[in-house]
């Protein structure tokens, strides 16, 4: 029977179990509400509040316990630690404030966590904890203002780095060349790994690839298999054309990397692709591009890309049915697709046509002339640009200079010569006009018109002997 009594005793006591094993304001108490924070037994308030009594004369531990609440989530707890540790130090124990400023951070209140850390440095201004904060919650309203709270921790603190902090503050603002001016100024030696990273991208961001390249090299140098880093040098061996190098970084990204320490993105995929196209590796290329593809995309932004990339290497490789294809697809996933996209579709058709020979050429030209008409359909202010394409086509598909062309370059000449001014391209646009409309005139044997064409000709070029030459013929057969 006293045995059964015990074991009943021990049954009610479970869930004080945590309670009673500490509050004795050592740092024990620390590890006791670890472990009463993952029970949340019924009693869990309760049992706080005497872990505040048990510590109200220990500041560390109060911050120390309030902070595992911090992380916990349980911020209203946590408050009460760091309140605690402020009244018993009189208002002056830089490390509550701190924690008030985390807590208030989590809650986007942004103006309560400045508060809090200015009050930190106050209460110890050679801790540089509160100046770094402080900037990371001020630098959404005002980066200068931020900026300026570390050239405060300057003064205090000259031995703190801070022109790395500086640089990623200004980093982390999308104020890249400011990051720039500011990460330039440490030691290549001294950078952190975040350093490195934040570094390059800077420059990347500022189209400075050399730059980028060189820094995160430095930073290989130290960590030669870290992820980030690699990935950033086969993105900038890419826009510097270095793409044997790319190839390289990939390689190192893809397979000699711990591959729980990184996750291949689809954007990954698509640069590995950009080396190997780069490096003349067309299919290999496709082959990483359709991969990329493979992944979920936020949105179709990318895969528009992609299908363009996919399209040149199928171009590369003289395959113009999968170009073309692929070319399709990327219009149809490019929501802001303009006039010169358009046009390309009538380009790929055009250079499939120049492959082909007999009706497979008439067919394809019919179509690039059909993407020209659609283009102009689409894009009104392309109509001259149009025209001039479905001249061309048109003129190709005619050898006996019966005039399928003739409509459209009529109508090129029209709208050029209603211009205010004509510029060279415009000259060089009423050249070709003129010359094919010269030829059919000729092929009709309707010599005045062609002598009009002719004379127009050497108007837009006037010291052309040959020009000359034509103009004096046709004025000849005319008489």
């Not at 400023?101 to 200015?118: C, P, Q, R, S, V």
């Not at 996750?263 to 590995?272: A, M, P």
């Not at 082959?287 to 992609?306: V, W």
């Not at 070709?432 to 004379?455: F, G, I, T, W």
Request: with cysteine; hydrophobic share 40%; charged share 25%.
């Amino acid at each position: 029977m006293k045995t059964m009594k015990y074991l009943f005793m021990g049954a009610l006591l479970m869930g004080f179990s945590t309670a009673v094993m500490a509050q004795d304001g050592t740092k024990a108490d620390i590890d006791a509400v670890k472990q009463l924070v993952k029970a949340k037994p019924a009693d869990y308030g309760k049992v706080i509040k005497n872990y505040v009594k048990a510590n109200k004369k220990n500041l560390d531990n109060l911050v120390a316990i309030g902070r595992v609440l911090y992380e916990e989530n349980d911020t209203a707890n946590a408050k009460l630690f760091a309140n605690q540790a402020l009244t018993t130090s009189k208002n002056n124990f830089a490390p509550a404030y701190i924690l008030l400023g985390d807590i208030a951070a989590k809650a986007d209140d942004g103006g309560g966590a400045a508060m809090n850390y200015e009050q930190a440095i106050y209460a110890d201004s050679k801790n540089p904890d509160p100046y770094r904060k402080y900037a990371l919650v001020y630098r959404k309203i005002d980066p200068e203002g931020a900026v300026q709270k570390l050239e405060d921790l300057r003064r205090e603190r000259p031995d703190y780095p801070v022109d790395a902090l500086i640089g990623h503050i200004n980093y982390i603002s999308l104020r890249y060349g400011k990051a720039n001016e500011a990460f330039s100024k440490v030691p290549m030696a001294d950078l952190t790994r975040m350093d490195y990273i934040e570094y390059a991208m800077s420059n990347f961001h500022g189209r400075q690839y050399d730059k980028a390249l060189d820094i995160v090299k430095a930073g290989l140098g130290k960590e030669p298999l870290n992820a980030t880093m690699n990935r950033i040098a086969m993105m900038c061996s890419n826009e510097v054309k270095q793409f044997p190098q790319a190839l390289q970084y990939a390689e190192t990204l893809f397979t000699k990397v711990d591959k729980d320490s990184v996750t291949i993105s689809d954007l990954d995929y698509q640069n590995y692709g950009k080396a190997y196209q780069g490096n003349g590796q067309y299919e290999e290329a496709i082959g990483m591009f359709k991969q990329a593809l493979a992944m979920p995309a936020e949105d179709n932004s990318l895969h528009a890309d992609l299908y363009k990339l996919i399209s040149d290497s199928y171009k590369s490789l003289k395959d113009f049915p999968n170009a073309i294809e692929n070319y399709k697809s990327f219009l149809g996933a490019k929501a802001d697709a303009d006039a010169t996209d358009y046009a390309g579709l009538g380009i790929l058709y055009s250079s499939k046509a120049r492959t082909l020979a007999g009706d497979e050429k008439i067919e394809a030209l019919k179509q690039a002339d059909q993407s020209y008409a659609d283009l102009i359909a689409k894009f009104p202010d392309a109509e001259e640009y149009g025209l001039l394409q479905r001249g061309r086509a048109n003129a190709q598909m005619d050898a006996d200079l019966t005039g399928l062309a003739k409509s459209y370059f009529e109508r090129l000449a029209e709208l050029i010569k209603a211009h205010e001014t004509i510029d060279d391209t415009d000259k060089s646009r009423l050249f070709e006009a003129y010359a094919y409309l010269m030829r059919y005139s000729v092929k009709q044997k309707d010599h005045a018109a062609a002598l009009e064409n002719a004379k127009k000709l050497l108007e837009l070029q006037p010291d052309d002997p040959e020009i000359q030459q034509v103009v004096d013929a046709l004025s000849k057969a005319v008489k």
